[in-house]
C-alpha cells in the first residue's frame, strides 16, 4: 500500500477557500429573495412574489441529488480535484447567468424561465461540491484532526454567509432603499463571479488524495456497476440512514437560520440593514463554533458533542423567538439567535465528518455527496419556502421555531443511533491500527 502523501495546510485552506467561494454564490440569493421576488416574478401581493422567489430558491435543490451523484462519483473514479473543478466551473456558470439575467419588467416571463435554469445548474454543482471537497479535507487530516479539518466544510458554508451578509450591509448602507433593488443586489452576486477565476486556480495547484495504488478497485470497467455499488453500500446501510437523518434536521436548522434575513425584514419590519445584521451575526457565530465543536469531537467523540449542544437547543428554539417577537429590540434579535446557532453549530458540525469517515474511501466521495445532497434537496430547498407559508397562513410569527425544534428532536434521536466513528472512541491499539489503515 503506498503512503499516504504529506498534505500542506496551505491546500487544505484552499480547498476551504474553494469551497466558501461556491456556498457564497449559492446562499447570496436567500439573502436577496425579496429583491429578486420583485425583479422576476410579476404579482401585486409582496407576499406571493416572495414566495414565487423562495420557491425558485428551492428549485436549485431539485438538481442537488443529480449533481451529488454524477460528480460526487466522479470523485471516487478519477479523484477529488477534477471533481471538485467541475462543480467549481459550472457554480460559476450559473451564478454568472443569474446577475445578468434581465427583470420581468424587460423581458417578461423569460426571465424568472432564466432563472430557474440558472438555478438548476447552481443546484448540480453544489451538490457535486460537499463530497469531494469533504472526502479531501478527511483525507488530508491526521486522524487525531479528522473532525477539525472536517467541519472546516460547515465552517466555510459560514463564513460564505458571513461574506454574502457583509456585502449585503455595505450595499444597504451605500445604496438607496431604490438602487438595491433596482441594481444593487446583483453587484453582490457579480462580486461571486469574479473570484471564480482565482478559485479555479487555487484548485488547480491542489495534489491529489485519491491514489489508484490504494484503490486499485476504482478503475471503471464494466463489471463494477450499480449493483457493485449497492453490495459496497450494503455494510454501511445504518452510517448512511443515520447520516441522512443528521443531514436533514441539520439542514433545515441551516437554512432557517438563513432565512432569520427575510424573516426580520418581512415578520419584523427590521430595515435592511439590520435585517442583514442577524445574518452576520449568526454567520459570524458559526465560524467559530463549528471548528471548535470538530476539535471537541476529537479529544469527547462524535455523539457527546452532537447530542448534549443538541438538547440544549431543543429547549433555547421556543423561547428564543418569543423574546424576538415579543421585544421589538434589535440587541435581543443578535442576541437570541446568537445563542441558538452557537447551540446549532457545536450539535450539528461532526454530523458530516461521523458520516464521511464511516464509510471506505472508495465510496466516501459518492456517498457523502448524494447522502447529504438527498437530504438538502428534500429539506433544505422546502425550509424556507415552508417557513414562509406557515408564517402566512397561521398568521403566528413562531411558526419557523416550531418547525425548526420538530427537526432538532427529529435529529437528537439520530444521534442516539448513529455509531460512534471517532478514532479516540476507538478501544484497543490493534483496533485503532487496523481500523485507521482499513480508512486509509
Known amino acids: 500500500m503506498t503512503a499516504r502523501p504529506h498534505i500542506p495546510v496551505s491546500h487544505v485552506t484552499a480547498v476551504v477557500i ?45 438538481t442537488r441529488p443529480i449533481g451529488g451523484i454524477a460528480i460526487g462519483r466522479l470523485g471516487d473514479r478519477y479523484g477529488r ?15 454568472l447567468g443569474l446577475a445578468l439575467t434581465p427583470s420581468y419588467a424587460q423581458i417578461g416571463f423569460a426571465a424568472p424561465i432564466l432563472v430557474l435554469a440558472c438555478r438548476l445548474i447552481q443546484g448540480f454543482a453544489l451538490g457535486g461540491e460537499v463530497g ?20 472546516m466544510q460547515l465552517t466555510s458554508q459560514r463564513a460564505s454567509t458571513l461574506v454574502a451578509a457583509i456585502v449585503g450591509v455595505a450595499l444597504s448602507s451605500v445604496l438607496s432603499a431604490h438602487a438595491l433593488q433596482d441594481w444593487g443586489w446583483r453587484v453582490a452576486f457579480l462580486l461571486g463571479v469574479a473570484v471564480v477565476p482565482f478559485g479555479l486556480w487555487i484548485r488547480r495547484n491542489l495534489p491529489e488524495t485519491l491514489h489508484a495504488a490504494d484503490d486499485a478497485a476504482l478503475a471503471p470497467d464494466a463489471t463494477r456497476g450499480t449493483l457493485a455499488l449497492s453490495s459496497r453500500l450494503r455494510p454501511y446501510l445504518r452510517v448512511i440512514v443515520c447520516g441522512f437523518a443528521l443531514l436533514s434536521s441539520a439542514t433545515i436548522g441551516i437554512y432557517v437560520i438563513t432565512y432569520m434575513t427575510t424573516y426580520a425584514l418581512n415578520t419584523l419590519h427590521k430595515s435592511a440593514a439590520v435585517s442583514l445584521g442577524v445574518t452576520i451575526v449568526t454567520s459570524l457565530v458559526g465560524v467559530i463554533g463549528h471548528p471548535l465543536s470538530g476539535w471537541l469531537s476529537d479529544r469527547m467523540g462524535r455523539r457527546p458533542v452532537m447530542i448534549l449542544p443538541g438538547l440544549l437547543m431543543i429547549a433555547a428554539i421556543l423561547p428564543a423567538f418569543w423574546c424576538i417577537v415579543h421585544f421589538s429590540s434589535t440587541l435581543v ?29 472508495e465510496i466516501r466521495s459518492g456517498a457523502t455527496a448524494t447522502v447529504y445532497a438527498f437530504a438538502i434537496s428534500i429539506f433544505g430547498g422546502s425550509a424556507q419556502f415552508l ?12 411558526a419557523p421555531a416550531w418547525y425548526w425544534t420538530a427537526a432538532a428532536a427529529f435529529g437528537i434521536v439520530a444521534m442516539l443511533a448513529m455509531p460512534e466513528s471517532a478514532p479516540v472512541k476507538r478501544r484497543g491499539a490493534s483496533e485503532m491500527t487496523a481500523w485507521d489503515s482499513s480508512f486509509r
Open 81 to 95: 480535484k477534477p471533481a471538485m473543478l467541475l462543480s467549481f466551473f459550472l457554480m460559476g456558470a450559473g451564478m
Open 387 to 398: 417557513v414562509a407559508w406557515l408564517t402566512d397562513v397561521t398568521g403566528n410569527p413562531l
Open 333 to 361: 434579535l443578535y442576541t437570541a439567535m446568537g445563542l441558538v446557532t452557537l447551540l446549532f453549530s457545536l450539535s450539528t458540525a461532526p454530523t458530516i465528518v461521523a458520516l464521511s469517515e464511516s464509510v471506505p474511501r
Open 132 to 151: 469531494p471537497s469533504t472526502a479531501y479535507l478527511i483525507e488530508a487530516a491526521p486522524p487525531e484532526l479528522r473532525g477539525l479539518y472536517g467541519t
Open 18 to 62: 474553494g469551497n466558501a467561494l461556491e456556498f457564497y454564490d449559492f446562499l447570496t440569493y436567500a439573502l436577496y429573495a425579496t429583491y429578486i421576488g420583485n425583479a422576476f416574478f410579476p404579482s401585486h401581493n409582496a407576499s406571493s412574489r416572495l414566495l414565487l422567489s423562495l420557491a425558485t430558491f428551492g428549485v436549485g435543490f431539485l
